[in-house]
């Protein structure tokens, strides 16, 4: 069976022995990868493990547990990843992790900070990131015509309402 993580290894030889605890990620995108991987095979003590030492005291268990179970993991996009080589000691990893609650499908896109604690790789905190909105029609000069139809400049129109 093939790791969720996206690697293209098999679950055995992949995240499973990450998740059981028998082996430690050597970089920061390993153990990014390793995470979604958890949230998609319900790895909760996992997710609480390689969270950093002040991080876990605020997880709350029963609502990662929710998250990971309610969602249809779909895939995961490593977007960029800055430092976490073996060798570093920080890293940064942005990510989109695409799921399913329902009907909806949700793209959660967010840039996540890792750090060394003991030697090994850990999750320090995430920002969540917006797509930016882009614009497919052209854009109305003030003094176009207003595209409603009413024959008045735009600026004297629709824009004024906007």
């Keep these: 069976?093939?790791?969720?993580c996206g690697l293209g290894s098999d679950y055995a030889s992949c995240c499973e022995p990450l998740h059981k605890l028998t082996k430690t990620a050597d970089t920061a995108e390993q153990l990014?990868?390793?995470r979604y991987c958890a949230f998609v095979k319900h790895e909760i003590d996992y997710i609480v493990a390689t969270q950093d030492e002040e991080g876990r005291k605020g997880l709350n268990k029963q609502e990662i547990e929710a998250w990971s179970k309610e969602s249809e993991w779909k895939k995961l996009e490593i977007v960029d990843t800055v430092d976490g080589a073996s060798t570093d000691e920080t890293g940064?990893?942005?990510f989109k992790a695409t799921y399913q609650v329902g009907?909806?499908?949700?793209?959660?896109h967010e840039k996540a900070s890792f750090k060394r604690e003991d030697s090994k790789w850990v999750f320090e905190e995430g920002e969540v990131l917006r797509d930016s909105v882009k614009r497919t029609g052209p854009k109305i000069g003030r003094n176009d015509p207003c595209p409603c139809g009413s024959g008045k400049?735009?600026?004297k129109c629709c824009l004024i309402n906007a």
């Design 103 to 108: 009907n909806k499908e949700v793209v959660h």
């Design 32 to 34: 990014m990868r390793s």
């Design 153 to 155: 400049k735009y600026k």
């Design 1 to 4: 069976m093939s790791c969720p």
């Design 92 to 94: 940064l990893v942005e």
